[in-house]
């Protein structure tokens, strides 16, 4: 996967500069039809079999920001996983970097993706919980359970979430003291442009909503780093670190379309004739995109790969040594 990091935010360029507004500028709504209540992914057998560009990048991430994660001198750390999906990820790279005496609560709101994973990759370490981070009670019942973390990780998921700033204070509230995240977030990826051109079609405005949630909030942003950093910021975190990352994954092209059902949920939902005029709509698309130079399009090359260009905001940030955390009851 080769990569380009496009601009750099941290906290000596931004200290003290709180949106004052306050608003997220994203474009999720809760107006919604009633195609699904929620966009959940919850093809775990499917997700696992394609999820290759993202281990990729859990992977990459995992191996720039190791050397900085601070963990105790007793090796007995605690960290929780957000977003955890089929589990291979927590397991194949999240525990080889933790100290050998640490203990991983790893939690998704799938319930399938958690059953998934408990099943298929379970570990001595790691707990797997159900866990919605835009839930209070979930972000409760978990405190309750397990008490502040040492360290949170969450790989590509944050920007499944509409509201930015409330999962900002509750990964602040399971943190202690001091401790630590690392996230990655979606910025761009074909799919937002195809549902933003498909937005436009009437034929397809029926689930015009569902694409919309199941776009990030950073896709088309103008400064998506400076978005995230101060989301991040007014949560209370310091010593921020916000990348934007461009990054090319030369799929094997059968690999490709499988991946998409399992990241495009709704289309779980509709009729089979609609998801393959869908389906077919995007491979298209993906096919004659322009890929930045020396890359010819996909189409025009022969090689059985499928490039997909896309970009990541990698942030990592720490809670104040003495920083203090409202609980709910
Ligand atoms: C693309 S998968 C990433 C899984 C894994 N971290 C990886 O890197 O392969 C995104 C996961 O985030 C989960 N997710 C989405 N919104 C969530 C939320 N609000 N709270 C917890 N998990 C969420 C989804 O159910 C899905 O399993």
């Given at each position: ?10 906290s000596?360029?931004y200290?003290?500069?709180i ?8 474009n999720?709504?809760?107006n919604?039809?009633?195609?699904t ?10 997700y ?10 859990a ?15 007793e ?9 955890c ?6 397991m194949?790279?999240?525990?080889p970097?933790?100290?050998?005496g640490?203990?991983i ?10 059953e998934?994973a ?8 790691i707990?797997?919980?159900?866990l ?30 509409m509201?930015q700033?409330e999962?900002m ?9 001091g ?6 977030v ?15 079609n ?5 689930y ?20 995230l950093?101060?989301r ?8 921020i ?29 509709i ?6 005029e ?21 189409k025009?090359r ?14 990592h940030?720490r809670?104040?040594?003495?920083a203090?955390t409202?609980?709910?009851?």
């Amino acid at each position: 996967m080769s990569e380009r990091v496009l601009k750099v935010y941290d906290s000596n360029m931004y200290s003290n500069n709180i949106n004052s507004n306050g608003n997220c500028t994203h474009n999720h709504t809760k107006n919604r039809t009633k195609i699904t209540d929620e966009v959940k992914m919850h093809s775990a057998k499917r997700y696992h079999e394609t999820n290759c560009m993202q281990r990729k990048d859990a992977l990459d991430t995992i191996l720039e920001y190791e050397s900085i994660f601070r963990w105790t001198p007793e090796g007995n750390d605690t960290l929780l996983d957000i977003g955890c999906g089929t589990g291979d990820v927590t397991m194949d790279y999240i525990v080889p970097m933790a100290p050998p005496g640490s203990r991983i609560v790893a939690g998704d709101k799938s319930i399938e993706m958690v059953e998934y994973a408990s099943t298929n990759f379970p570990h001595p370490r790691i707990t797997y919980e159900e866990l919605d981070i835009e839930k209070e009670n979930h972000v409760n019942e978990i405190l309750k359970k397990y008490g502040q973390f040492q360290h949170i990780t969450s790989f590509c998921c944050l920007h499944w979430a509409m509201n930015q700033y409330e999962i900002m204070e509750n990964i602040f509230n399971l943190l202690q003291p001091g401790g630590e995240v690392l996230m990655t977030v979606f910025q761009h990826h074909p799919l937002y442009e195809y549902y933003a051109d498909m937005s436009e079609n009437p034929k397809w405005s029926l689930y015009r909503p569902e694409m919309k949630i199941s776009t990030s909030p950073y896709f088309r942003n103008e400064n998506p780093e400076k978005e995230l950093f101060l989301r991040i910021e007014r949560a209370g975190f310091v010593d921020i670190n916000v990348v934007l990352k461009e990054r090319m994954y030369p799929f094997d092209s059968q690999v490709f379309i499988d991946s998409t059902v399992p990241v495009a949920p709704f289309l779980d939902h509709i009729s089979q004739s609609h998801k393959d005029e869908f389906l077919q709509g995007y491979i298209e698309k993906v096919l004659t995109m322009k890929l930045p130079p020396p890359y010819r399009s996909n189409k025009e090359r022969n090689d059985k790969k499928t490039i997909i260009p896309f970009c990541m905001l990698v942030a990592h940030a720490r809670k104040p040594t003495h920083a203090s955390t409202v609980l709910s009851p």
